[in-house]
């Protein structure tokens, strides 16, 4: 499956962002899906996942309740909305998908987009 992500850019602290990660070559919805993202400097850490079944989304703690992960099967694209930005999520995000595995950890996801860069300005 090939992932492409859009809708990053410069929001100002307190605003609104939505993801879009658009698959092709595969259906997505028999893969775990998962956005992740790096901040320069550090390394590339867990944001939002969502199983197969489509009835289990997980959520990093610092975006709990802000962020929001979602999947469209007939378009084949999945999400994150993100609200109330803060400085601090300003990175690089990355949508990532699995066929087996999935979840929160990095290394079970085979495939990755290529990125798209969020900055939250003060």
């Known amino acids: 499956v090939q992932l492409v992500e859009s809708g990053g850019g410069l929001v100002q602290a307190g605003g609104s962002l939505r993801l879009s990660c658009a698959a092709s070559?595969?259906?997505?919805?028999?893969?775990?899906i998962g956005w992740f993202r790096q901040a320069p400097g550090k390394e590339r850490e867990f944001v939002a996942a969502?199983?197969?079944?489509?009835?289990?989304?997980s959520y990093a703690d610092s975006v709990k309740g802000r962020f929001t992960m979602s999947r469209d099967n007939a378009k084949n694209t999945m999400y994150l909305q993100m609200n109330s930005l803060v400085p601090e999520d300003t990175a690089a995000y990355y949508c990532?998908?699995?066929?087996?595995?999935?979840?929160?950890?990095?290394?079970?996801?085979?495939?990755w987009g290529q990125g798209t860069q969020v900055t939250v300005s003060s």
């Open positions: 990532a998908a699995d066929l087996l595995r999935g979840g929160t950890i990095r290394e079970n996801y085979n495939y």
């Open positions: 070559g595969h259906t997505l919805s028999s893969y775990a």
């Open positions: 969502l199983r197969r079944t489509g009835r289990s989304t």
